[in-house]
């Protein structure tokens, strides 16, 4: 009987494949196909992202460098991370990801300049560690050597010839590869590339979009769903983790694509502007009201949610320049207006 990666369909796992198929089809391609500096924006944050969670320090600008080809101050080994990332991303169209060869070239193209074995499977045990309040502990044993291009293959197998959707699939390989650890280092970067390889082979707009961006921001969530798929022996709740971050993703990009694009002008009564925001301040609130708008539905959202979707991480930039001139200018509504500070508070667009 061929292996069967352990996981649970559930009805919250449904929902959130059916509304990213939504997202997916709202989202206009058309800009992030049309410009290259948009394409070469996300393909920097994938890259910054992936490796900053693995603790490469270099930024967003240094990393532009590089892809620049201008020399940049920084750690070698951590330059040639960033090298190793931009030759692997690049190859991904031309990649098989049912195939072990594939497997192993990419993960030669990515850590050709920091192992002396790349694209080789692991021949001794390994254990993943973290820090605690009671000192380093081992968080996770990986199967013994000896079985692992057996698991590898039995892996690579099921993915080729599975029925699952492919947002099911990319996950359960991701998670599998992490499970199965098949090389000395370099691990965590194969699993997140190899479910944007997924991805991208279901729908080749995965290949401009900065998943990875998303999970270095919800680093904590990452590790925790990990852990909570190895406590279970089932990896739903890493599938449900990373459709979330899925879906985030899509939807900051609607937001973005949409700013490329020609913007429809949103009018927004000059009364209703905050006394304090001077006139040549206006302009730029507009936009950012309408990247509000653009990630709302006509749903109830909690603030958090859109501040998530618009990658913002200070409350006060996401009241003062995006939800408080929405709410003032009629635009947005409260579900609770008698109480404007309540916890529960939610907001959705107004029926104009």
């Excluded at 509304?19 to 994938?46: E, F, V, W």
């Amino acid at each position: 009987m061929s292996y069967q990666p352990p996981f649970t369909i559930t009805p919250q796992l449904i929902n959130q494949i059916s509304t990213i198929s939504q997202h997916l089809g709202q989202l206009d391609r058309a800009p992030l196909q049309a410009s290259p500096q948009l394409r070469k924006q996300n393909r920097i944050r994938t890259i910054q992202g992936t490796l900053a969670i693995e603790g490469n320090s270099l930024t967003t600008d240094q990393i532009t460098a590089i892809l620049n080809g201008t020399p940049v101050l920084g750690a070698p080994r951590e330059i040639s991370e960033v090298q190793g990332a931009i030759r692997a991303y690049e190859t991904l169209p031309s990649i098989n990801p049912t195939r072990r060869q594939d497997l192993l070239q990419v993960h030669r193209l990515l850590m050709a300049d920091i192992l002396t074995a790349p694209g080789k499977l692991r021949t001794s045990s390994v254990g993943i560690y973290k820090d605690t309040p009671e000192g380093r502990q081992v968080s996770h044993v990986a199967p013994p050597a000896k079985q692992v291009p057996r698991l590898i293959d039995d892996l690579l197998h099921w993915l080729a010839t599975t029925d699952h959707h492919p947002l099911i699939t990319s996950s359960v390989f991701h998670y599998e590869l992490e499970f199965i650890h098949p090389f000395t280092d370099g691990n965590g970067r194969m699993g997140r590339l190899w479910q944007t390889l997924i991805l991208g082979q279901w729908n080749d707009l995965f290949y401009l979009l900065p998943i990875e961006s998303l999970i270095k921001d919800q680093q904590d969530r990452y590790y925790q769903a990990l852990e909570q798929a190895d406590a279970r022996a089932d990896s739903t709740p890493f599938i449900l983790f990373m459709l979330d971050i899925i879906d985030t993703t899509l939807r900051q990009n609607m937001a973005a694509s949409t700013q490329a694009s020609a913007p429809s002008q949103i009018p927004l009564p000059t009364e209703n502007v905050p006394g304090d925001q001077v006139s040549d301040q206006a302009d730029q609130v507009s936009d950012q009201v309408k990247q509000l708008l653009t990630v709302m539905d006509d749903q109830y959202w909690s603030a958090k949610d859109l501040m998530a979707c618009l990658a913002l991480t200070r409350k006060p930039t996401f009241r003062k320049h995006y939800l408080n001139p929405a709410l003032q200018a009629g635009l947005v509504v409260m579900k609770y207006p008698d109480s404007p500070r309540s916890p529960k508070q939610k907001y959705k667009k107004a029926l104009l």
